[in-house]
């Protein structure tokens, strides 16, 4: 690996010094799970009967016809064990990133401004999977899981991506990142009405996520522009594929979930991702990966027929985060 700057775009500072940018926000922006969350305050007191345990609208589940015909206890168990679910397959997924990022870390020189802010970021993800956990304990439902066994044995490919193939390594980072920030994010501006732990986890793990995204999509727009031909077609096709199954391995929710409260099958297909508005809100939440994707020249037409096909296509967004643009 070589030290030299990336080249800026007018206007744009170089790679290293968003890193440096980048490392500065973790200093000054950072949040510890056990000084900044007030978790035995009395409006954290969790709750069976607590109907802001309910499953939002914007969750693809949660605006089924049939999960909206439940009891409402029915439903604040299926939201607390969602909710749990949830945290707990981002705690399972970001430890497996804290040691792809230290594995990635062993072959980074002396000087590389890389080895702080990657530094920096696994210690966030470090804080991260303990508040998560702590919350999952709080919602006090012991059988959570979060992956299921087939996706823990899809995520061994990230090992052999870190050392060899780091652009698939970033690019899983973000398929992972990605759904996660996607679905917080559009819960907090919709000012769902949620349990305050809940919403307090999300704040901060939204505000530390922002740079973490920003660090994945940084890697990518510098070092993929300059891959060999080959390796950058075949990651331009994996690069959708990764999108794809992270997010199942993300956003749907394990077997466990799906026997324990008896939802049918074609519930859980409609929902996932079957109906048209599910379909919408899987290709809504690629709307930035696809703006990387064109800017670093990884829409080519083969690529483009992929995203086709796993039904994750649609309009780049034309700046980080913005709300959903949907084609007419
Ligand atoms: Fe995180
Ligand atoms: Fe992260």
Avoid at 111 to 129: I, L, M, Q, S
Avoid at 227 to 253: E, G, H, Q, Y
Avoid at 274 to 283: F, H, I, L, M
Wanted: charge should be negative.
């Amino acid at each position: 690996m070589t030290l030299s700057t990336a080249a800026k775009r007018p206007g744009e500072p170089g790679y290293h010094e968003i890193l440096r940018n980048l490392s500065e926000g973790s200093v000054t922006k950072h949040f510890d799970p056990y000084v900044d969350i007030d978790w035995d305050s009395p409006e954290f007191a969790v709750y069976s009967d607590d109907p802001r345990w309910i499953m939002p609208e914007e969750d693809p589940l949660g605006r089924h016809p049939w999960y909206k015909a439940q009891p409402v206890d029915k439903q604040i168990a299926m939201g607390m064990w969602r909710q749990a679910g949830i945290a707990k397959v981002g705690l399972d997924f970001e430890q497996l990133l804290i040691r792809g990022l230290m594995q990635y870390l062993v072959s980074v020189p002396n000087g590389d401004p890389e080895f702080r802010y990657v530094t920096h970021e696994a210690a966030e993800e470090c804080n991260h999977t303990m508040m998560f956990q702590e919350m999952i304990n709080r919602i006090g439902y012991r059988d959570v899981i979060g992956m299921g066994s087939i996706d823990r044995k899809l995520t061994m490919a990230i090992w052999p991506a870190v050392k060899y193939f780091p652009e698939l390594f970033f690019t899983m980072i973000l398929g992972g990142e990605e759904p996660i920030d996607h679905l917080q994010k559009s819960l907090l501006r919709g000012g769902v009405d949620m349990h305050p732990m809940v919403h307090r986890v999300m704040q901060i793990h939204v505000a530390e996520e922002a740079r973490h995204i920003s660090f994945a999509h940084e890697y990518l727009r510098k070092n993929v522009p300059s891959m060999n031909p080959i390796t950058k077609t075949v990651l331009s096709v994996a690069f959708p594929i990764a999108m794809r199954v992270m997010l199942d391995m993300i956003a749907t929710p394990p077997k466990q979930f799906v026997d324990k409260f008896g939802i049918p099958d074609e519930v859980m297909r409609e929902a996932y991702w079957g109906s048209p508005e599910s379909q919408a809100t899987k290709r809504d939440v690629f709307a930035d990966v696809r703006a990387l994707v064109e800017g670093t020249g990884m829409m080519n037409p083969l690529a483009k027929l992929t995203w086709r096909l796993l039904g994750i296509d649609g309009p780049a967004s034309r700046y980080r985060s913005e709300p959903a643009r949907r084609a007419a």
